[in-house]
C-alpha cells in the first residue's frame, strides 16, 4: 500500500503532538504568508515530490516521484506577507 504526502505529514504531527495547521517555507508563501523570522520548523519529514526526468536520446520526459526531506511550520510561526 502506497503511503500519500497527507498520511505521512499527519503521522508526524501526532507524533508531536501538532494541532495547528502545517505547510513547508514554500507553502506558506503560496498561501501569502512569511515564517517569522528566526523560527525553527516544528518538524522535519521525507515526503513525495513529483519531478520530471529526460528520457535518454530522446526529447520526452516522463513523470517520476522521489523522496525529499521536508521542514515544516505552523501557522503560529507566520504573519502575513509585507508586499515590498
Not at 513523470?63 to 503560529?76: H, N, Q, R, Y
Request: with cysteine; charged share 20%.
Amino acid at each position: 500500500m502506497a503511503i500519500t504526502n497527507t498520511e505521512i505529514i499527519s503521522s508526524e504531527m501526532i507524533l508531536h503532538g501538532i494541532t495547528e495547521n502545517v505547510q513547508t517555507y514554500a507553502g506558506w508563501q503560496r498561501l501569502g504568508r512569511q515564517v517569522k523570522k528566526g523560527s525553527k520548523a516544528l518538524f522535519k519529514t521525507q515526503i513525495w515530490k513529483p519531478c520530471k526526468v529526460k528520457i535518454p536520446d530522446t526529447s520526452e520526459t516522463k513523470s517520476k516521484l522521489i523522496m525529499v526531506k521536508a521542514a515544516f511550520f505552523g501557522f503560529s510561526q507566520t504573519e502575513p506577507a509585507t508586499s515590498q
